[in-house]
């Protein structure tokens, strides 16, 4: 059997359902291969975007090294170019991680009319949220409309259920599947990942000036949540310390390895759940588990809602007050180079294309503003977003967009008051002082 597993946002050896299906399946005589397709619309994505996938793609071929190499094709069209490998390798099977937003379905689509016209079995694992669609208490399109009602239904069996964690720590004997040389004459930009580790002690760097520096992979995923929880007990005030703007450990930012799969909302609860019975369990504890289930709301919504994610009108199909295409031009040019009426939304957009980061509080701001204040089309801010995160997820970006914008389905007006923010947030000024113009 010639098998290829198709890594899109799973890039992580933990709490991989995917793997677990191939030690239990592959057999001496299978021929296994790893690849990775530069995503739909990657060209868009950011230099810290870009480097922390790379990192945790040489993470895991260090992992790997010994065995399998693993294989990148740079494409901007993800469905072609994993048809192109497809048709040059003639696999028995393909195995994916399921994602959620419309690019990616429509991906997904494009491999099963192939593989049913070329009887390639698909192996489709649902393994990016904490539960898997199939087993939550509603149909898709019975999604509640707002948030609270989600976590009502939601919670209950999250909190029920067992999450056991295991690692993937070796794979059966078999073959490797030379995708290099399958795909020499396809005229694809093939190439095999360099293995690297770039595990270290502290995941997230504190740059000597401004903002952080976050490394990919998986070891660096499990460093961070170890050193949220067990070193530094900061998980303990996340609910007084969430809103802050400047230190490493006011937030859990985790949100950089959850996008690319380095670790997985599980492993999250699994340690959470581990915590709370060796040490202590109170509103913070549990306040990072809430948030989780934001992360699953905006992904099972971007599944129910397709296309309308991205679109203007949203899914509610209401079209935003907006000024002249001229004037939101100008606007959102000032906005994005920090340049605005507010030194409050100055700040946080200039720490965003510095360093890849913004505050979950910073982010709340500048798309109020954007949309609100400004009346420039939400749309533009979104992409930005997309261009310049290194957390960059696009079900929680849009979502959040659309949410803020007054787009979605919970349609109130969310306008923040950019004063009375930065006097609750910024009361002496540190974090302005510190994103100010140079």
């Not at 000032?334 to 360093?355: C, H, P, Q, Y």
């Not at 997309?386 to 969310?414: C, I, K, M, Q, T």
Request: charged share 30%.
């Amino acid at each position: 059997m010639k098998l290829i597993y198709w890594l899109r946002n799973d890039l992580r050896q933990r709490d991989n359902e995917a793997l677990n299906w191939i030690r239990n399946n592959v057999t001496a005589k299978s021929e296994l291969a790893f690849l990775y397709i530069s995503p739909t619309g990657s060209k868009r994505l950011g230099a810290e975007k870009k480097r922390f996938i790379d990192e945790s793609l040489a993470e895991l071929a260090f992992a790997l090294k010994e065995r399998f190499p693993v294989y990148k094709v740079e494409s901007h069209n993800g469905s072609t170019a994993v048809l192109q490998v497809l048709n040059s390798v003639k696999p028995d099977a393909v195995i994916f991680t399921k994602e959620h937003t419309y690019d990616e379905i429509a991906e997904e689509e494009d491999l099963n009319v192939w593989a049913k016209l070329n009887e390639v079995s698909l192996k489709a694992i649902d393994q990016s949220t904490i539960l898997p669609s199939s087993d939550l208490p509603f149909a898709i399109d019975q999604l509640p409309k707002v948030f609270t009602a989600f976590r009502q239904k939601v919670e209950p069996l999250i909190l029920a259920k067992d999450f056991s964690i295991d690692e993937i720590r070796s794979l059966p004997s078999c073959e490797n599947l030379d995708l290099g040389e399958l795909c020499k004459t396809s005229g694809l930009p093939i190439e095999t990942v360099a293995a690297k580790s770039f595990h270290l002690e502290k995941a997230i760097e504190d740059l000597p000036t401004r903002g952080f520096r976050f490394y990919g992979g998986f070891k660096n995923g499990q460093t961070r949540i170890t050193e949220y929880l067990w070193d530094t007990d900061s998980v303990q005030s996340y609910f007084e310390s969430r809103n802050g703007m400047i230190e490493k450990n006011d937030s859990t930012k985790f949100s950089p390895w959850l996008a690319v799969g380095a670790i997985s909302p599980r492993e999250i609860i699994h340690e959470l759940r581990r915590y709370e019975t060796d040490r202590i369990k109170n509103k913070s504890t549990y306040w990072v588990l809430f948030e989780l289930l934001w992360r699953d709301f905006f992904k099972y919504e971007a599944l129910r809602v397709g296309k309308t994610l991205f679109q203007l009108n949203g899914p509610n199909g209401k079209r935003p007050q907006t000024v002249d295409e001229d004037l939101a031009k100008t606007r959102f040019e000032k906005w994005s180079r920090g340049e605005t009426e507010s030194d409050f939304i100055n700040a946080n957009m200039r720490e965003l294309v510095e360093t890849g980061w913004m505050s979950n509080r910073g982010r709340q701001n500048v798309a109020s503003y954007l949309a609100k204040t400004l009346e420039v089309p939400w749309t533009l801010g979104a992409d930005f977003f997309e261009r310049h995160l290194v957390d960059y997820d696009a079900a929680v970006n849009w979502g959040n967009w659309n949410y803020f914008s007054g787009v979605g389905r919970d349609p109130r007006d969310r306008r923040f008051n950019t004063t009375t923010q930065e006097n609750s947030y910024d009361p002496d000024g540190h974090y302005r002082k510190k994103w100010r113009a140079t």
